[in-house]
């Protein structure tokens, strides 16, 4: 008897070691899988396959670990930096991601805007095709990303305050599809830059106030493009400054918790109980994670080699969230080099098909388009020889976009408006 209850305990440890330890390599390839998909989508706007990009590279480790604790029925409010735990949270695909890079105006393609906002500005469906609510208390919620930087901060504050609601409001109790009895927490990002804006003071001082379940999480890579800290946060510390706002006993207020955005274990511990006590008492909390990285700047339009210095830069490549992550799996015995080298080799192959059939299918209808354009123009050829340059010159593009269409087509209805042969031109351009 007593034999088999150690071989019991025995056995349940090293299934929960098993467990452990796929859990951190599952973290370790979705952390990498966003860093090359960062790594490709700079390269696709500088060799001029989209027109902008802003990446989530140096942010993954934290983000992972953020990830761990995003349950059903909560809602992120979050910016531009999040791709990492929208991957984690199975809210976002590298494809979608690229679609949305591509600006790919086809709604399965980029479910998040339809090609309409800027890469990375993540959204989820609250409603169905018909306007009704979906069952938002079942599944994980991201609200969609705006430009303004802190424009994120008052709409985390109603999301949260809306969890509160619910709990308190017995009238609501009913609504089980949007409310488990208000045990969901709002995860709101933001940059440490962006903490210096009016939104996110008013936030925090209304969290504190109103007492509900919030969770800040400062991304502090040091910089807001191009500025250092030192010169538009006091103290150069967000969570110093935000010292007064401590929530004591017997006192509201908020709690607050310095975290290092390279260690996994230790973001992972602090974050499991504090995000716990969030959902259970609706104390709001931020989490200042320092010591982030950008390893490719700022976005596609800079190069932080103008603005970090030598000593900067070479602590960022020490520092990296993804090389710390991996000397610390291989310090603590979850697995080795060989095994971590495969995961960094499926990402690559992981970001690399994800690109190209988010390109494939980007592309693919502006390519018909062409195709219809060349054969609309042919009875055009003959009024004027400058029409089959424009038809030529739109085929031979390799990357044709919708514009260089529509603008061939603009030049020739220009050319021929009266002909009858035009007419098929002008229908094109309005469907
Ligand atoms: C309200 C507002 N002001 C300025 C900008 C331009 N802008 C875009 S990103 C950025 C820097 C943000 O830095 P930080 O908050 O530290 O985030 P990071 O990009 O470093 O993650 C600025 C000033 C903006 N988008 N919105
Ligand atoms: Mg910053």
Redesign the pocket.
Known sequence: METNNSNDAAMQEKLSFENFRNEVLKDYRFACESRETSLLGRKEVLTGKAKFG?FGDG?EVAQVAAAKFFKPGDFRSG???DQTFMFANGLATIEQFFAQLYADPDIANDPFSAGRQMNAHFATKMVDENGDWLNLAGIKNSSSDI?????QMPRALGLAFASKAFRKIKATHHLTNLSNNGNEVCFCT??????S?GHFWETINAAGVLQVPLAVFV???????S?P?KYQTTKASISDALKGFQKKEGTNGIDIYKLKGWDYAGMCEILEPAIQKIRDTHTPAIFHVEEIT?PQG??TSGSHERYKNTERLEWEKEWDCLKQMKEWIIANALAEEEELKQIEDDAVQQAKEGKQKAWAKYIEPIRELVAATVDILKPLETLDPAVKKFSDELTALREPARRDVMKTLATVLDMAANEPAAVPVQNIMRS
């Open positions: 802003i942010k910016y531009y930096r430009a303004p930087t802190g424009g933001i940059g440490d830059a962006s903490t804006e991304w502090d890579d040091g910089y807001g493009i500025v800290k950008q700022h976005s």
